[in-house]
């Protein structure tokens, strides 16, 4: 079909069951639409998608009663693809498609002004038949895709999505903020519903992530910028100064010991329950094990400070080693090369991205009512680690008041018993479904309570153990067996979330609730209150949105593209999100989640090229006058001033540009064509619009 | 406890409560469960059965669902002078819809079994157990002009009317625990 | 788990016998059911045994409140009598098929408690095997007699009577103890179907299920324990206008016939519906003589008998 044949353009109005139909009058728009200019053809049908739907339009193509397609229906988000491919079956460039939304903008807006939302859907039609007069056929591009991905994150999700990749032959680079992979959940003692010891089921996966050839791990690094689009994302990322020669470094620890106590600071691992060095390895299974400075800790013992000085000794004239230095038995602490603070820039070509930065655990301080200042006023994460072989107390259950004696003790090599706890009260929904904080569920609180209270009353029958509920969530497989069997093992559990925490003398604390199974006030005294505080996006996850170019929703977690269609994709094509910076979510779901965007990577990459819409900007040469307004505005780096005949002219990189549109609104010579949406075609049709409602009589 | 002023509701002090069965070395959950209550603890408190209580619909105050949660969290001398449990109708509606077949019914009975053993016995359960031994018959009525105006024999062919049936079911009662307890005289 | 323990249950081949249990209201209280059952059941050709020697079943308020074994071991006794003669038992007390098959469920399903049981039993040289069970008047009527029967034995059909049937709690829950039992237990149907058998109409109403409040209940707090029967009169009169109750529990009868009538006399209660138990009302259908199978009452029924047999 050549591009100067008269349009016959068919109108095909969609009733989408009542959800058209039910607001606008679909045989008077019909009726209207028949007098429009070029119009040849108009039909009504009960829905316009199904297989008898789009047969009528290809029916009409194939006889050639029709050269423009326009159908009145519902988002060309989701369906514009199946009209043009329609249309393109029916042997018509797809691209003399064009789509009037007179659902969502119309007939659900106005559901109940039914004679206005038939007008406004005839302003609609009439507006996509004024600019379908005027569609050029266009051709689909390919770009080539790099397999290779980023995923942004080394706990269980990015491990998982990892792992996929990497196992189904995909280049990978795990970026990891923190000196060590395997995230909060390496923090767990064990995992609901099974009690399986955390530890033991993950170490094993980061070992493999470390060891996998396919994986380019990036520890103690993070994401700086991003360029470019799907299938060539261009990425900068920092690996920040370790201070430590990580090729020499083997783990064995022996500087941590030496650290001195001026330098110590409260333990991220531990929740803050006990204290590190400057000089740390994260946790006994760290992956990479390698040690690392904190400088903000670090009182540069002897004047070693990297700075590529080397203090000697005045009298001896032996150089002055720092206590870590000295005890390396590689050399790897040795401070006297310079240390570049900033780090190092690794620059990474990946075709899709996968973002799975996890989560935060809130803060106790919040809570006034719950009197955080008290040491044994704790968070459930504070728990895992009182209850971890590798915690602070090693796993013996102890107050966490007698932690810095117990500690102290240890330290002198003596041995000290401490006062058992009897007592240990939970609350939940701490900061969740609070409308103060956060107004949702963090999901997984009922059900680590319960695990917590379990694996306590399992190992010392004699502890009393109450947990105070607004109600139990437990909907998962094997869930809420498991809550059952915390009831049978005597395990109290009180409707109704406590209101406050008051202390007693000498340590014990007196928890203020209300029974409403009873319907009494109650009190508990307990040695040990374990507040089920929120999950919360972590603090930098907004930050990381922005430079990734992906959204985030009020409650600050990242955005799916479509909560139940679309719930590891993004507005941004080519990039994903899985496990709790999605939202909150247990171990199960954040590896489902994990191993669903990883197969979505895949499927994405796997093709090595896509195809691209053609609906891209074109600068005509001859109008451009070189002024180059254009392009410092371009978004995504397509456009730059090349010479032409002795001339400065801009000049759009096709593989790069989105068709944004920028460039050409910009434009002062109306030199730049945006295909699919021309000056001639938007226009007419705001000409339309703005001449209604004069054009409809 | 410190003793509230009348009227005023008790503060329930789950750690004293919990105390008390710590000393006693015997917890009221397991007392009640021994005495027919097994399936106790497989109450989630969903409140089916307190919907279909004819005690809950007429306001007393330890109907099935709440009688349970006390147990479990250990109340035991707060229940034992309260009606509830002696006002139960046995009616079963509750056994029938409970999804965890915890029988409230026979928590209601473990109850009174366990106040029993306390001496909490009302005193018409008391002459009901009285006459069951004495004539067999708990509702025992010595007038017997309404049998004869329907046309029947005076005495009903039971214990009644049999000497060595009384005598086999005062056989079986002094073998029972109702013997052990001593609330009846129970003289052969 | 029973058909494990009870290989060879009563069985009433060929003949219908059944030993008649009584209780303690029947006989004491309103000994015109006991004389209707008399009449009725020879005449349906089924045989009645007195089981002569039996005794309270025991009610909720002695045994069943002190001890299980206790409890179980005065039911075994009187299931004794009837397994001896290889019958079963049939009663028209509602607490009494309660109680003993509760009794012999918990028998049957748990092996130390019959073991006990057995034990003392043994001293007045009795044993329970757990064969004889106790039937429901109701269902030996309904399953072993047969609607069919029924009406070919009946002299006065019931036109233009509204019947509430109240079937009790126990003729009902919990429905695993017992030997028959209803489809839906929510929405019995057998006393409805025996009731319609003779004639009346007698529809569902909402509480149908709901307890008339004897009981324990009454006997603990009379005052609440009339809440709910008036409650329940008050939805019959409202939903069906009845001229009718008819219940299959002693209990009921005694509750709904006398606490109706105090409540009608302090005035709380402004109408009144004669009530009979299904044996009373099959007997006067059958031509019996009123004074003897309903000759007691409280809330008076006259009226509804003279429709009956008079056709007034």
Known sequence: ?697 | MIEPEEGVPTILNLSEISEREREEEEKVVDIVREFGAENLIYCMQCGSCAAVCPLARVGFEWYNKKLIKALLLGLKEELLDDPTPWACVACNRCTEVCPRRVSPFEVMFAVRRMMVEEFAIPTLAIEGLRALYEYGHAVYMTGREARKKVGLPEKPPSTDSDEKALKDLKTILRNTKLAELGLIPMND | MIADVVKNESKNEGKLKYGLFLGCNIPFNRPDVEQAMRKIFPALGVEIDDLMGQSCCPTWGTMPSIDIVAWCAVAARNLCLGEEKGIDLMTACNSCYGSLNEARHKMLTNPDILKSVNDILSKIGKKYEGRAKCRHVAWVLYKDVGLERIKESIKYTLDDITIAVQPGCHFLWPSEVYPDKEEDPFNPKVLRELCEVLGAEAPYYSKLVDCCGMGALRSTDPEKSFTLVKEKLECIKEELDADLIVTTCSSCLIQLDDAQERLRKSGKLNFSIPVLHYVQLLALCMGFDPEQVAGISVTPRDEIIDKIINKR
Request: net charge positive; charged share 25%; glycine share 8%.
């Open chain 1, 1 to 697: 079909m050549s591009n100067d044949e008269k349009p016959k353009i068919g109108v095909y109005i969609c009733h989408c069951g009542e959800n058209i139909a039910g607001a606008v009058d679909v045989k008077a728009v019909a009726e209207f639409a028949k007098t429009l200019p070029d119009v040849v053809v108009v039909r009504d049908y009960l829905f316009m998608c199904s297989d008898p739907g789009q047969e009528l339009i290809k029916q009409d193509i194939k006889e050639g009663l029709v050269n423009r397609v326009v159908v009145a229906a519902c988002t060309p988000r989701t369906h514009e693809p199946i009209f043009r491919k329609a249309c393109e079956d029916a042997g018509l460039n797809k691209y003399y498609f064009e789509m009037a939304n007179i659902r969502d903008q119309c007939s659900w807006a106005h559901w109940h002004e039914k004679e206005k939302a038939t007008e406004k859907a005839k302003v609609i039609i009439a507006s996509a038949v004024a600019k379908a007069r005027l569609l050029e056929p266009l051709e689909d591009r390919y770009i080539d895709l790099k397999k290779e991905v980023l995923v942004i994150g080394g706990g269980i999700a990015g491990i998982f999505a990892s792992l996929d990749l990497a196992n189904a032959g995909f280049k990978v680079h795990l970026v990891e903020k923190s000196p060590s992979i395997g995230g909060n959940m390496a923090k767990l003692d064990k995992t609901f519903p099974t009690n399986d010891c955390s530890a033991c089921i993950l170490t094993p996966l980061m070992v493999e992530v470390a060891n996998h050839p396919n994986i380019n791990l990036l520890t103690y690094s993070e994401v700086e910028s991003i360029t470019g689009s799907v299938g060539n994302f261009k990425v900068k990322v920092r690996k920040k100064q370790t201070y430590v020669d990580w090729n020499k470094c083997t783990g064995c620890g022996a500087c941590l010991d030496v650290c001195p106590p001026k330098a110590r600071v409260p333990d991220e691992f531990n929740e803050g329950m006990s204290l590190r060095g400057a000089i740390y390895i994260p946790f006994p299974q760290a992956v990479p094990k390698k040690a690392v400075v904190d400088m903000n800790a670090c009182i540069k013992c002897g004047g070693r400070d990297f700075s590529g000085k080397e203090p000697r000794k005045s009298k001896s004239g032996k150089p002055i080693l720092a206590p870590c230095e000295r005890v390396c038995p590689t050399g790897a602490a040795d401070r006297t090369p310079y240390r570049d603070p900033n780090g190092e820039i690794v620059e990474l070509e990946v075709g899709a991205i996968i973002v799975a930065t996890g989560y935060k655990v809130m803060d106790k301080s919040y809570f006034k009512e719950f009197s955080p200042h008290h040491p044994n006023v704790i968070t459930a994460m504070q728990m895992e680690r009182l209850i971890s072989a590798t915690g602070p107390s090693e796993g013996k259950l102890i107050k966490p008041s007698d932690i810095p004696k117990l500690l102290e003790a240890k330290k002198k090599g003596e041995k000290i018993e401490v006062e058992k706890p009897k007592t240990i009260t939970f609350i939940s929904c701490v900061g969740s479904r609070d409308n103060r904080y956060h107004t949702y569920c963090s999901r997984v609180c009922c059900m680590y309570m319960l695990k917590q209270a379990m694996i306590l009353k399992e190992k010392y029958p004699d502890l009393d153990i109450y947990i105070f509920f607004i109600d139990v969530r437990t909907p998962g497989k094997e869930f809420d067996e498991y809550y059952m069997r915390c009831r049978q093992l005597g395990i109290k559990i009180i409707k109704g979330r406590a209101g406050g925490i008051q202390v007693l003398p000498g340590d014990k604390l007196l928890v203020k609730g209300y029974d409403a199974e009873v319907c009494r006030p109650v009190e508990v005294i307990t040695d040990i209150a374990v507040l089920a505080t929120a999950i919360e996006p972590d603090n930098t996850l907004r930050d990381l949105a922005r430079t990734l170019g992906i959204n985030v929703g009020a409650e600050g977690f990242l955005k799916e593209r479509h909560t139940k269609l679309y719930p590891v994709d993004t507005m941004t094509e080519g990039i994903f999100i899985a496990g709790c910076a999605q939202g909150p979510k247990d171990i199960p779901d954040s590896v489902a989640q994990a191993k669903a965007a990883a197969a979505s990577a895949m499927s994405l990459l796997e093709p090595g090229k896509m195809t691209v819409e053609p609906l891209i900007s074109e600068v005509d040469k001859e109008k451009c006058t070189g002024c180059g307004v254009c392009v410092p505005l371009c978004p995504y780096g397509a456009i730059s001033l090349v010479k032409h005949e002795d001339k400065l002219k801009s000049e759009i990189n096709p593989a790069l540009c989105k068709g944004c549109g920028v460039c050409t609104a910009a434009c002062p010579s109306k030199a730049i064509t945006l295909h699919g949406f021309t000056y001639e075609q938007v226009l007419a049709q705001i000409k339309t619009i703005a001449k209604w409602p004069e054009i409809q009589t």
